[in-house]
């Protein structure tokens, strides 16, 4: 059972990126999934999550209206599509998966982790 996560990079304030995480394992189907970020110095928090089968989101407030989570079950693959990045959102990201039937904002209820992909918004 992995998740591996991919997509980041360096951009500029008010650009864009597409994190992906790819799941191995169809168990992976029925599970809300969620990221997470780490900036150095500070604790890992919630950006988003989503229900297993795509119906519920939830997003942090500081991502909100800027970022969209999404799955598709075919291919096993949950992304993060980021736009309007700011300085702020410089952190490593992590996707999870979750032990819960909901979509949670909290570390806890994730038993599965990906390795994280780092973003780096410039200004």
């Known amino acids: 059972v992995q998740l591996q996560a991919s997509g980041g990079g360096l951009v500029q304030a008010g650009g864009s990126l597409r994190l992906s995480c790819a799941a191995s394992?169809?168990?992976?189907?029925?599970?809300?999934m969620g990221w997470f970020r780490q900036a150095p110095g500070k604790e890992r928090e919630f950006v988003a999550g989503i229900s297993w089968n795509g119906g519920s989101t939830d997003y942090a407030d500081s991502v909100k209206g800027r970022f969209t989570i999404s799955r598709a079950h075919d291919i096993n693959t949950v992304s993060l599509q980021m736009n309007s990045l700011k300085p702020e959102d410089t952190a490593a990201y992590y996707c999870?998966?979750?032990?819960?039937?909901?979509?949670?904002?909290?570390?806890?209820?994730?038993?599965?982790w990906g390795q994280g992909t780092q973003v780096t918004v410039s200004s």
């Open positions: 394992g169809r168990t992976f189907i029925w599970r809300p």
């Open positions: 999870a998966a979750s032990i819960g039937r909901a979509v949670s904002t909290t570390a806890h209820e994730y038993n599965y």
